[in-house]
């Protein structure tokens, strides 16, 4: 008897430790999606109720050329930004861990203090310095190209600028995810390698690079994931133009929620946008780690 009351009250216990979570994430994540989900088969407004369309909103997404140019779009960002920003992190993380002492700390406070600044400030900062009249990176360019160039509003260079700014800006976290894997190497591993001879491109390939590994899955997949998301940097610096050029589909969520008041249509785009985030992010995921295990 004693050991059913015991049982119950170690459940009741349970039971009030776990439910302020649950209701917490019923609340601010469950009851958001199935909103979401009831909202993309109506023409409901942003705010107010809407009359039943079953799969109008999918049926139109999916003739819409605009979608389209915004999955290509978001596609593009994403090679321009995942794979870069991976081998500038690990680079960076590289040349910081054979530092030591104020350097290495004075050269991460500078690698990491764009990551803690707003995104309004980082792209004031950038807009700023490429300023088609007054911005100091203009000389750089001209050097380059033969003359000056308004990136935000040429189509060929609008997603490569904004891919930098945000390279730039988020790398700061890469890197110490990447430094934190370096530190959690064994040192014996790369005494006893280099007492055999090894050197250090084969400390390299053959130590660090496989103990790495998970934190290079995890930094591939985290950056996936934000990246798909972009629309900050898009809306502050280009609005997605020049001609629809940096024209992403959270600007398209945006634009038709808060600008012309489809909610429902707004609503079937974040869902496929949704699902497009996970299944992408999962394959990706699910080949990292098969990858991972021949090394």
Same mark, same amino acid.
């Given at each position: 008897?004693?050991?059913?009351?015991?049982?119950?009250?170690?459940? &009741?216990?349970?039971?009030?430790?776990?439910?302020?979570?649950?209701?917490?994430?019923?609340?601010?994540?469950?009851?958001?999606?199935?909103?979401?989900?009831?909202?993309?088969?109506?023409?409901?407004?942003?705010?107010?109720?809407?009359?039943?369309?079953?799969?109008?909103?999918?049926?139109?997404?999916?003739?819409?050329?605009?979608?389209?140019?915004?999955?290509?779009?978001?596609?593009?960002?994403? %090679?321009?930004?995942? $794979?870069?920003?991976?081998?500038?992190?690990?680079?960076?993380?590289?040349?910081?861990?054979?530092?030591?002492?104020?350097?290495?700390?004075?050269?991460?406070?500078?690698?990491?203090? *764009?990551?803690?600044? *707003?995104?309004?400030?980082?792209?004031?900062?950038?807009?700023?310095? %490429?300023?088609?009249?007054?911005?100091?990176?203009?000389?750089?360019?001209?050097?380059?190209?033969?003359?000056?160039?308004?990136?935000?509003?040429?189509?060929? /260079?609008?997603?490569?600028?904004?891919?930098?700014?945000?390279?730039?800006?988020?790398?700061?976290?890469?890197? &110490?995810?990447?430094?934190?894997?370096? =530190?959690?190497?064994?040192?014996? &591993?790369?005494?006893?390698?280099?007492?055999?001879?090894?050197?250090? =491109?084969?400390?390299? /390939? =053959?130590?660090?690079? #496989?103990?790495?590994?998970?934190?290079?899955?995890?930094?591939?997949?985290? !950056? %996936?994931?934000?990246?798909?998301?972009?629309?900050?940097? $898009?809306?502050?610096?280009?609005?997605?133009? #020049?001609?629809?050029?940096?024209?992403? %589909?959270?600007?398209?969520?945006?634009?038709?929620?808060? !600008?012309?008041?489809?909610?429902?249509?707004?609503?079937? $785009?974040?869902?496929?946008?949704?699902?497009?985030?996970?299944?992408?992010?999962?394959?990706?995921?699910?080949?990292?780690?098969?990858?991972?295990?021949?090394?």
């Amino acid at each position: 008897m004693a050991m059913i009351r015991n049982k119950a009250r170690h459940r &009741l216990v349970a039971v009030s430790l776990i439910l302020p979570y649950v209701a917490i994430f019923a609340l601010v994540f469950a009851y958001p999606v199935i909103e979401v989900v009831r909202m993309s088969f109506t023409n409901a407004p942003l705010i107010g109720g809407g009359e039943w369309i079953g799969l109008g909103n999918y049926i139109r997404l999916f003739s819409d050329k605009l979608f389209y140019t915004s999955v290509v779009n978001n596609g593009y960002f994403v %090679l321009l930004t995942v $794979i870069p920003t991976t081998v500038i992190a690990l680079a960076i993380a590289l040349a910081v861990n054979r530092l030591s002492g104020r350097m290495q700390a004075l050269v991460l406070v500078m690698f990491f203090t *764009p990551y803690v600044l *707003p995104v309004s400030v980082v792209t004031q900062i950038w807009a700023w310095m %490429l300023d088609f009249q007054f911005g100091i990176l203009q000389p750089v360019i001209e050097f380059f190209t033969g003359k000056p160039v308004p990136v935000f509003k040429n189509p060929n /260079w609008v997603m490569p600028t904004v891919a930098t700014v945000t390279i730039w800006w988020t790398n700061g976290f890469n890197v &110490l995810l990447f430094l934190a894997g370096l =530190r959690n190497i064994p040192t014996e &591993l790369y005494e006893a390698a280099a007492l055999d001879g090894a050197t250090r =491109r084969q400390l390299f /390939w =053959r130590i660090t690079w #496989p103990l790495l590994w998970p934190v290079t899955a995890l930094v591939l997949t985290l !950056q %996936l994931i934000l990246q798909l998301k972009i629309f900050d940097q $898009i809306y502050l610096l280009s609005q997605g133009g #020049p001609f629809n050029s940096s024209y992403v %589909l959270l600007l398209m969520v945006y634009r038709e929620a808060f !600008q012309l008041n489809h909610g429902g249509y707004a609503a079937a $785009i974040s869902l496929v946008l949704f699902l497009l985030i996970v299944v992408i992010s999962v394959l990706q995921f699910q080949i990292l780690r098969i990858g991972g295990k021949g090394k």
